[in-house]
């Protein structure tokens, strides 16, 4: 069974960092592209950034483009992202999403970012 | 880029049928037939409904089915349930330089 399990998030004041970490089992990690996907509350989806299976590409939405990191540890089956000068309006819930023929097929159950002073 | 377009709300009785649009150009889902369907229910994390416009995971309901025509995309959903009541977002493939994945902003099915 596919299991995708986040952590990290918390209470942050802006301008600050956070690192998520997402958790993966039962499945072959070093094999699947994977994305970070995030949803403020009350409001959709938006995605936010996507790494290939071995870390050599990734790539950003605009609105955390030089701010978020994302990266992975395939030896460790864990998807990282490193997310600096925090803002309020990053303030969601992070779900990781592993990626079969550009499709989210499977989701974590998230972790809540709150950005606040 | 702007989010796929798809109407706030939409409702229907148990038993009836309901169609979401989900309407976007050329650069994502007119353009590729990577058109993915999610259910989201309070709290809880996306599910794959459909994907690649019309196609279901194992397990899903054949009373779940997805379509596409030029950039509008639809998931009708027949013989209506309580379960059924969620909130549906699309997602398609996009060639826009800005992202790779663009999302609809989401319709909350209300089965009365």
């Known amino acids: ?117 | 880029q702007s989010a796929l377009t798809q109407p706030a709300s939409v409702s229907g009785s148990p038993g009836q049928s309901i169609t979401i649009s989900c309407t976007g150009t050329s650069s994502d889902v007119g353009g590729y037939n990577y058109v993915s369907w999610y259910q989201q229910h309070p709290g809880k994390a996306p599910k794959l409904m459909i994907y690649d416009v019309s196609n279901r995971p194992s397990g899903v309901s054949n009373r779940f089915s997805g379509s596409k025509s030029g950039n509008t995309a639809s998931l009708t959903i027949s013989g209506l349930q309580a379960e059924d009541e969620a909130d549906y977002y699309c997602s398609s493939y996009t060639s826009s330089s800005t992202l790779e994945v663009v999302f609809g902003g989401g319709t909350k099915l209300t089965v009365l």
């Open chain 1, 1 to 117: 069974e596919v299991q995708l399990v986040e952590s990290g998030g918390g209470l942050v004041q802006p301008g600050g960092s956070l690192r998520l970490s997402c958790a993966a089992s039962g499945f072959t990690f070093s094999s699947y592209w994977m994305h970070w996907v995030r949803q403020a509350p009350g409001k959709g989806l938006v995605w936010v950034s996507r790494i290939n299976s071995d870390g050599s590409s990734t790539s950003y939405a605009d609105s955390v483009k030089g701010r978020f990191t994302i990266s992975r540890d395939n030896a460790k089956n864990t998807l990282y992202l490193q997310m600096n000068s925090l803002r309020a309006e990053d303030t969601a819930v992070y779900y990781c999403a592993r990626e079969t023929r550009i499709t989210m097929t499977d989701w974590g159950q998230g972790t809540l970012v709150t950005v606040s002073s």
